[in-house]
């Protein structure tokens, strides 16, 4: 597998995006945003997300172990390097998950929330993502999306939100990431398609994918032919083209006015 892969913050902030290809693997960690709230851990979601990626690169080097096998043992690997930090902090650092896998004649995949695969088959695109996350506060989620994205409404709004979300996540009533238990690899969604029914595949953050899904200003065959042509990095720079026209989300409310993303290509 030959894997192109690059990121890019969407403002000043450090990147909460992690990506990673190697010759069998293309993974992509989304941090989820703080939102300047108390997360227990003095170490940070950047740091969080290269440690969980670089263990979960780690984990992974047997092929005959699953991907969630993986996963569960990255996330306790990653505990056990802070135990300073109070890791029962419903803020404590988080992430979506997304890896594709190259095994022989398959391709593996796991994605734990809303981080996407999208896999190029000879007639069409499968898009493989986990949007539990859209599924729970959906008045809170509202109230973000009613202010723009530079007034302080918006700020109070979002730590209403993102506090209101740490109180479900990785429960059975909310929703699954990766974070300080290795129980949330669990409930990851995995499959297998046959290499022969995929011509390419993209694994990506929301902050790649929101220029089809939010912006709808693409759809996935330009994307890929973005990508046959200018790597990775055009289809990010295509994503700020349009963030710059919508600078403050009145025309596609969101949480920031550009979210990190994340680009992971890959080709046989
Ligand atoms: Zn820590």
């Known amino acids: ?39 227990g851990c003095r170490h940070g979601v950047p740091w969080y997300v290269s440690q969980l990626g670089s263990q979960l690169v780690a984990a992974l080097a047997a092929p005959d172990r699953t991907l969630a096998a993986g996963l569960a043992e990255a996330l306790e690997r990653v505990a056990a390097m802070h135990p300073e930090c109070d890791l029962n902090n419903p803020g404590t650092p988080s992430a979506t998950v997304a890896v594709l896998r190259h095994r022989g004649e398959d391709l593996d995949h796991l994605v734990l929330a809303d981080s996407p695969i999208v896999i190029e088959g000879p007639e069409d695109y499968s898009v493989i993502t986990d949007l539990r996350v859209d599924a729970v506060l959906p008045q809170l989620r509202a109230e973000v999306e009613k202010h723009e994205t530079d007034t302080p409404e918006h700020k109070e709004a979002l730590q209403r939100f993102v506090h209101a979300q740490r109180q479900v ?17 669990e409930h990851a969604l995995t499959g297998t398609t046959p290499l022969r029914e995929a011509q390419a595949a993209l694994v990506m953050s929301d902050g790649a994918s929101r220029l089809v899904t939010e912006y709808g200003m693409a759809t996935w065959p330009e994307v890929f032919a973005t990508l046959r042509a200018g790597g990775p990095r055009e289809l990010i720079d295509n994503v700020r083209k349009v963030e710059a026209t919508d600078p403050t989300g009145r025309r596609w409310p969101r949480y920031k006015s550009g979210d990190d993303a994340a680009v992971a290509f890959c080709q046989w």
């Open 1 to 39: 597998m030959r894997v192109s892969i690059d990121t890019h913050p969407g403002g000043t902030n450090p990147n909460e995006d992690w990506v990673a290809g190697t010759s069998t693997l293309a993974i992509v960690l989304d941090g989820l945003s703080t939102a300047g709230l108390n997360t």
């Open 169 to 185: 996540r990785n429960t059975a009533d909310g929703y699954w990431v990766a974070s300080a238990s290795p129980e949330a690899a």
